[in-house]
């Protein structure tokens, strides 16, 4: 499995950004996915999640009403809408896939990729 991001950047406060993660090599369209982000010196958290089955959204307070996570299960792509950033979303962006490799028994599994830097500066 394989999970590519692109679309990072340098950009000024309160300017966009879109990031894209494609995806290979598992059932896209069965896996739940995620950006999380590590900020420089903090810990990674999560930023935005869409479910598989109805594309339901979850969102860290902190980027509520600024980003908008998608997917497009026919590009196995999830993108990630960034608009009005902020100084403090610069970070390390990571797309994330969770999903079940064994539904009987309950086994999930995580496939992360390797990062893409959105800098929000002046």
């Known amino acids: 499995a394989q999970l590519v991001e692109s679309g990072g950047g340098l950009v000024q406060p309160g300017g966009s950004l879109r990031l894209s993660c494609a995806a290979s090599?598992?059932?896209?369209?069965?896996?739940?996915m995620a950006w999380h982000r590590r900020p420089p010196g903090k810990e990674r958290e999560l930023v935005a999640m869409?479910?598989?089955?109805?594309?339901?959204?979850n969102y860290v307070d902190s980027v509520k009403g600024r980003f908008t996570i998608s997917r497009d299960n026919a590009k196995n792509t999830v993108y990630l809408q960034m608009n009005d950033l902020k100084v403090e979303d610069t970070a390390m962006y990571y797309c994330?896939?969770?999903?079940?490799?064994?539904?009987?028994?309950?086994?999930?599994?995580?496939?992360w990729g390797q990062g893409t830097q959105v800098t929000v500066s002046s």
């Open positions: 869409i479910t598989s089955a109805d594309g339901v959204t």
């Open positions: 994330n896939a969770r999903g079940y490799i064994d539904y009987v028994r309950g086994d999930m599994i995580d496939y």
């Open positions: 090599g598992f059932t896209f369209n069965t896996f739940t």
